[in-house]
């Protein structure tokens, strides 16, 4: 038996001038994991900053919510091709806690709860580009999609929006995360289709 039925042809999909090459619009937020999703009280949440020096500045929950927020209205494209527009979100900007962080380094490795991991150049989290983001919609982010909070970086492929993070790890050279282990793009610019490696 197929897995699916016989003339069934899925959602219908719809594309704008906003899109980028070969994305189609979705009101959904789909959930893709690698891997089960992690359950973190807030209570234990930390996340931490550390230079290549190893120097390390950490936040509690409460330090994070203590810190003002912002509430950038972003579009976000998977690589899967899916992309939702107009998404408001609620989060600490990484501008901010990288304000007191001395470092020389240009790559970042973020580090999730439950093991992921992806690179980014360091300027792609500077200059209002990047969030530690902990609610969605108007509502505390759900686990599914990376609660308590996930990385937000809306210029890049989503794969890049770590869920669940943890931590950054600054560094002098670029290492390749979970994905980029496997075959997916270093980068991930939606406007270029760097969906995998040679894009």
Known sequence: MGIV????????????????????????????????TPRVPLDQW???????TGQAHRWSWADLMALPGDTPTVD???????????????????????ADVTTDADYALVQSYGGYTTNLPLQDLRDGQAWIAYRFEGEDLAPEHGGPARLLVPHLYFWKSAKWVRGIQLMLEDEPGF?????????????REQRYQGD
């Open 179 to 191: 994905w980029e282990s496997a075959g997916y793009h270093n980068y991930g610019d939606p406007w």
């Open 5 to 36: 039925s016989p003339g069934f042809r899925g959602r219908p999909r719809e594309s704008g001038p906003e899109l980028p090459p070969g994305q189609y619009l979705t009101r959904d937020f789909p959930v893709l994991s690698a891997g089960p």
């Open 76 to 98: 976000i494209h998977c690589v899967t091709k899916w992309s939702k527009l107009g998404t408001n979100w609620q989060g600490v900007p990484l501008d901010m806690l990288m």
């Open 46 to 52: 930390e996340f931490t900053i550390t230079t290549e």
